[in-house]
């Protein structure tokens, strides 16, 4: 579906991926008995715990054996100190997409107050502006995105959204054009 | 008769028509575009559907899909650049046509097969599904249940060289699936006491998420890739009627991609590469292949655009949806309580036959945009990736937002987006986690009838004919798969799905 992104698996980063996952599913594994009820009363195929111990066995099973494949492979062949220093950066790496998810979670909060549309627009050219993308054009584009945003979902498929603080403050006949169409 | 009539009278209605227009169109373009493709688009159209008539929300959902599925020939030839794992071999035998001045020659080709391949399948739906649905009137809850569990394996085995990885993706979809209230007892699980996972993780953000945020993210954050230059030189219509040269791997192509496209978690993907091994075997020019052989063009984008018409068969015939596409359409299904299955030809009939008309329609109007549209569509292709993730972003919280109007489904999706970024580094799959998801709810509903129904013997699935063959077939699966993996596990399998 996408092109191969940039960041390659490193061993080491796999590993660390996989010890992760192979934590969580045995965890939630051995939350059962809390996070779900055994009914006395049912035959063994309607208990509530069933489904999901099975879905958690198979996923524990799973992820234990991607765990076992990666240690063997660590252990035949050790990693270099290159290669750990790029597990190292691998990992750092990580922290980008929540970077960018950072300001989108911003964005959300921006929009509650100050609007879908002036959100959007500062959202976008901000996010334009941090990717490197700061041309002339790049500003245009931003904008026309934000009008096409306007055009196709609040005015053309008239998704609400709450009324923002910002807009309170406009005159009254301006605010139902702005609650209305922004 | 009355029936394929019923569903022209749909198609006069000008909506649905208009909506076939622009789901092919879009979809064309996204599918030329790499990094937005059919499951971005679809995922972040989903909620807009939901508010449509059903009829008007698939076809525009369909659009897309098959839309995307020849949009995505076009950066495959004219920049060498394959927009998704699909149009990886078209890339790799478009080269040399277009080496040698022939990107036309190529382009048209593609087109032509795909044309083929996309009207021989819905030929295939509009046949099939009935006789299908009518079979499985006669299923009983084991039947489904193993359906179902069929299904499932066969996304497992679909994903040679990474199997393990895709039975945990499948695991945790499963798991997913069972967060919230269930049905037996009205009991939570794995809700923590949080009320707002009583209702279950909500399908759409999981699915912008999952597929649309994560594939933002990825564009935002990798590096920056030097422009590729448009190449469409030689004759348009030279490859039109070349397609009907080669009738046996045309034809051939297209009924193993309806074929694989019928099969549950096969997809198109695996069903290309199959078919494009199994063409270069038997074809008198296989020794051209993958060196700019025309047969090897009609071969990857005939079965590609087969698959998708024919992933509909199962889905309407048995509501058992094949792939993460078809899984995602379910939504739509079940959003206005049209409910596929057996039931569905005698309850709403005439939703089926325009679904066959506009399907068939669609592959037309495709055709005819393309052959307008060509040029101004491989520059759509270029567009810088970073601004895409940008959009893809910016659109994802509409599609979030609008599927429930609640802020907290964003937070979901950006959970999932995390997860989806993290996975597609380590190139996990992750239809997997979506048709776990999906099919969830069908496995443990379907078994538990079965099992109530006697007693909690689990003989009832061997004591049933039908039941008891698909047990056999399931047995026999595994035990190759098996038998193959030990055979190879000491050698690097070749071909590997890659759906992230």
Known sequence: MSEEPEIRANRLESLALSILFAAISTGLLALIGVATKANAKGGWWTQPWLMPAIALGILAIANLITLWREVCDLRATPPTTQEKVEGWTALLGWLRPLEFLTYYGLYIYAIQHAGYFPSTLVFILFLLWRVGLTAPRWTLAGLGLSVFMIGVFRIGLGVWMPVPDLYRLFPEAMQTALIRWF | ?500
């Open chain 2, 1 to 500: 008769m009355d029936f394929l009539l019923l569903g022209l009278q749909q198609l006069a209605d000008p909506a649905v028509f208009l909506t076939m227009c622009i789901g092919a169109i879009l979809g064309v373009v996204v599918g030329a575009i790499p990094g937005a493709g059919a499951a971005v688009t679809i995922s972040i159209l989903l909620p807009t559907t939901f508010s449509m008539d059903p009829l008007n929300g698939m076809t525009l959902l369909l659009g897309v899909y098959c839309g995307a599925a020849y949009g995505s020939a076009i950066p495959a030839v004219m920049i060498n650049t394959p927009g998704s794992p699909v149009a990886v071999l078209t890339a790799l035998e478009a080269k040399p046509f277009v080496d040698r001045g022939e990107a036309r020659r190529a382009m048209s080709l593609a087109y032509s097969s795909s044309f083929v391949g996309g009207v021989l399948a819905v030929l295939a739906l509009m046949v099939l599904t009935l006789p299908l649905a009518n079979i499985a009137r006669h299923f009983g809850s084991a039947e489904f249940a193993m359906v179902a569990i069929a299904a499932l394996v066969l996304v497992i085995v679909g994903h040679g060289g990474r199997r393990v990885e895709a039975t945990a993706a499948l695991a945790f979809g499963l798991f997913l699936a069972t967060i919230g209230i269930e049905t037996a007892y009205s009991t939570q699980r794995y809700t923590f006491g949080l009320l707002s996972l009583g209702g279950g993780i909500p399908l759409v953000p999981m699915v912008i998420g999952l597929f649309a945020m994560s594939e933002a993210l990825i564009q935002l954050t990798a590096r920056a890739q030097p422009q590729p230059v448009v190449q469409l030189r030689g004759h348009f219509f030279q490859g039109f009627m070349e397609v009907f040269r080669y009738k046996r791997t045309l034809y051939g192509s297209s009924f193993f991609g309806i074929f694989c496209g019928i099969l549950p978690g096969v997809g198109e993907f695996l069903a290309q590469q199959v078919s494009y091994v199994v063409a270069k075997r038997f074809s008198p020019e296989g020794h051209l292949f993958g060196k700019g052989a025309p047969e090897g063009i009609i071969v990857s984008e005939a079965t590609n655009n087969a698959v998708p018409p024919a992933a509909l068969i199962p889905m309407l015939a048995l509501g058992i949806p094949g792939e993460e596409l078809t899984a995602m359409m379910l939504a739509v299904f079940l959003v206005h309580n049209v409910i596929p299955g057996p039931d569905l030809f005698a309850n709403r009939p005439e939703f089926v036959a325009g679904l066959y008309w506009t399907l068939l329609l669609m592959n037309v109007v495709i055709i005819l945009f393309l052959l307008v549209a060509t040029n101004a569509i491989a520059k759509a292709a270029l567009i810088n990736k970073r601004f895409l993730g940008v959009a893809i972003l910016t659109l994802s919280l509409i599609g979030t937002y609008a599927s429930g109007y609640r802020f907290s489904d964003v937070g979901i999706a950006m959970v999932f987006a995390v997860l989806g970024y993290v996975l597609r580094a380590h190139r996990w799959p992750l239809t997997p986690i979506l048709l776990g998801v999906v099919m969830g709810p069908i496995v443990e509903g379907r078994m538990r009838q079965a099992l109530g129904g006697a007693n909690g013997d689990l003989t009832i699935f061997v004591s049933r004919p039908i039941s008891a063959i698909m047990v056999a077939a399931l047995a026999l699966l595994i035990v190759f798969t098996f038998r193959g993996w030990i055979k190879r596990r000491n050698a690097r399998e070749d071909w590997q799905i890659n759906d992230t």
